[in-house]
C-alpha cells in the first residue's frame, strides 16, 4: 500500500497580525497534524515579526488539502508543501 507524508511549510509575515486566524486554522485541523515545528528571530533587541512554522501532516489526504485550502486564504502567509511517496 502505497502512503504519503504531507510536509507543510507556512512563512508568517507579520506574526502579529497573523496570528489569531492561523492558529485557529491550525487548532481546527490539529487532528491531522502529526508534528509542528514553529520558531522565530529572537535576540536581546527584539523580537522578530516574521516566523516561520513546518507541519507533518498524518491522515486522509483530503483533510491535508482542506487544511491548505484554508491556510492559502489567510492574507499575509505563504505556503509552500511536499509530498513524499512511499
Not at 507579520?14 to 492561523?22: H, N, Q, T, V, W
Not at 512554522?53 to 488539502?65: S, V
Request: net charge positive; with cysteine.
Amino acid at each position: 500500500m502505497e502512503t504519503e507524508i504531507n510536509i507543510v511549510t507556512i512563512k508568517v509575515l507579520d506574526r502579529i497580525k497573523e496570528a489569531g486566524r492561523l492558529q485557529n486554522t491550525l487548532s481546527e485541523f490539529s487532528s491531522i497534524i502529526n508534528t509542528r515545528f514553529g520558531y522565530h528571530e529572537l535576540n536581546d533587541m527584539k523580537c522578530s515579526r516574521t516566523g516561520l512554522i513546518i507541519l507533518e501532516l498524518k491522515g486522509p489526504d483530503d483533510n491535508a488539502h482542506s487544511l491548505i485550502k484554508k491556510l492559502q486564504d489567510i492574507g499575509g502567509i505563504l505556503v509552500k508543501t511536499m509530498t513524499f511517496k512511499n
